[in-house]
């Protein structure tokens, strides 16, 4: 299947995953997996995610920033794509490497060994990649992914709660500037 050419590419939920293509002056570009379409990108893949954060109001340096505060120290960072998207995606070795392959945690259906420094990568639709990686190292960043969206997920979810003592005052609960004020009517 021929690679359509295009010239601006922004994530949407069906991006499986991005990897680089080298062209004969030894260039990085992406091809990038979407639904059963490859497209291809004059952009590297780490420029992709960038661009693609700052579509949807943010930059890559602060998603890496803020999935470290989140996760702790750690290198090839998972990243949040926030907002209606709501993606999160992981690269298969540092960014910073040209060859680096990112992928869509949601799109992942397993990671296999091919041998001991060789995995393969399934994503939806059938799709594999081999990749010179350790199946224990992509599970674990798989895994890490995971974690990030757990803990954005418990994060975000908006919660209010208190418990009140049994009596027979009554209680008034008002919002404030930033709190709920909860105040007990004095009793006549």
């Known amino acids: 299947m021929e690679a359509k050419q ?19 002056n030894g260039e990085c570009h992406s091809l990038i997996l979407e639904g059963d379409y490859t497209f291809k990108e004059d952009m590297k893949p780490v420029e ?3 661009e693609s954060l700052k579509y949807y109001g943010f930059d890559l340096n602060g998603a890496i920033s803020g999935s470290r505060a989140i996760l702790g120290p750690c290198k090839a960072v998972p990243v949040r794509i926030p907002g209606e998207i709501n993606m999160y995606w992981f690269p298969h070795t540092s960014p910073g490497q040209e060859e680096c392959v990112w992928f869509a ?16 990568v399934y994503v939806s639709g059938g799709h594999c990649f081999k990749l010179n990686a350790a199946e224990k190292d992509l599970t674990y960043k798989y895994d890490r992914t995971e974690k990030l969206e757990s803990r954005i997920s418990k994060r975000t979810v908006n919660t209010f709660s208190f418990i009140m003592e049994r ?13 709920y004020i909860i105040t007990r009517k004095k009793d006549k």
Do not use: C, M, W
């Open 6 to 24: 295009i010239i601006s590419y922004i994530i949407v939920p069906e991006t499986k995953s991005i990897r680089a293509q080298f062209n004969d």
């Open 167 to 179: 009596t027979t005052s009554t209680y008034t609960v008002e919002k404030g500037k930033r709190n």
């Open 105 to 120: 945690l949601h799109h992942v259906e397993a990671i296999l060994p091919e041998n001991h420094d060789l995995s393969k």
């Open 48 to 50: 992709i995610i960038d």
